[in-house]
């Protein structure tokens, strides 16, 4: 099944995004720096990752649990 069908798939693949690119984001900064087009979206999801990076990391322990025990 494709993630865009199954939900929890669609949280695990939005949560890696963020992730991965909050990481490229910080150590090669010049591949993020255009904020409008197709790499404004990979800018706004390290963005995302630097400001909520709580949230994400909850979000990223409660989706390997999930996937490890259901």
Known sequence: MSAL??????????LLVIC?????KLH???ILEHR???????????RIGERLSPWVALGCLTMGLSIMFY
Do not use: D, E, H, I
């Open 28 to 30: 090669f900064p010049a």
């Open 20 to 24: 991965t690119c909050t990481y490229v």
């Open 36 to 46: 409008t087009g197709f790499r404004g979206f990979f800018w706004k999801a390290a």
């Open 5 to 14: 069908f199954n939900f929890q798939s669609f949280l695990t693949v939005v």
